[in-house]
């Protein structure tokens, strides 16, 4: 399974989900997006995009 993590920086309990998310890796491919960067490009919102789209799950921190 195909696992995409958007950080927004909204969660409140974002620890807890850092840890199930670590476990989670073992056995899934997790890839991470840092939305909270105030330099992004186009080319980096692309990718997000990207990794958004190929994800059969997407969560949101």
């Given at each position: ?15 807890t ?35 958004l ?9």
């Amino acid at each position: 399974m195909n696992v995409a993590v958007l950080n927004t920086g909204l969660f409140a309990d974002r620890e807890t989900v850092e840890e199930a998310l670590s476990e989670l890796e073992v056995f899934h491919e997790v890839r991470r997006c840092d939305a909270t960067r105030t330099s992004m490009s186009d080319e980096d919102w692309n990718q997000v995009l990207d990794v958004l789209l190929a994800s059969d799950v997407v969560i949101s921190l």
